[in-house]
Nanobody, 124 residues
Framework: QVQLVESGGGLVQAGESLRLSCVVS????????MAWFRQIPGKEREFVAT????????YYADPVKGRFTMSRDDAKNSIYLQMTNLQPDDTALYFC?????????????????WGQGTQVTVSS
């Protein structure tokens, strides 16, 4: 059974940084595309960043480009989201997600497995 466990969320002030981690068990990263999504209460879950397994290329949502960096460590079967210059609009529950290695994982309908989420709160 595939499980995704996120960590690293917290409360920070605007301009500060956080690094989220997601440990994958039950499936090798080499067989999956991985992504980060986020959700604010009452709103749709939205795409943040993804890495395609074939090319190891990362793609980002426009609001986070230049501030967030997604990476993967196949030896640790983990992915990361380095978030810098955080703003109050980044406040959300952040989810790790896994999907088919054939896809660029950018929409919720393509996600096969979700983590439980880690809360990021940015104060102004």
């Amino acid at each position: 059974q595939v499980q995704l466990v996120e960590s690293g969320g917290g409360l920070v002030q605007a301009g500060e940084s956080l690094r989220l981690s997601c440990v994958v068990s039950g499936r090798s990263l080499s067989t999956a595309s991985m992504a980060w999504f986020r959700q604010i209460p009452g709103k749709e879950r939205e795409f943040v960043a993804t890495i395609r397994v074939q090319s190891n290329t990362a793609y980002y949502a426009d609001p986070v480009k230049g501030r967030f960096t997604m990476s993967r460590d196949d030896a640790k079967n983990s992915i990361y989201l380095q978030m810098t210059n955080l703003q109050p609009d980044d406040t959300a529950l952040y989810f790790c997600a896994a999907g088919s290695s054939l896809l660029t994982l950018m929409v919720t309908a393509q996600v096969q497995v979700w983590g439980q989420g880690t809360q990021v709160t940015v104060s102004s």
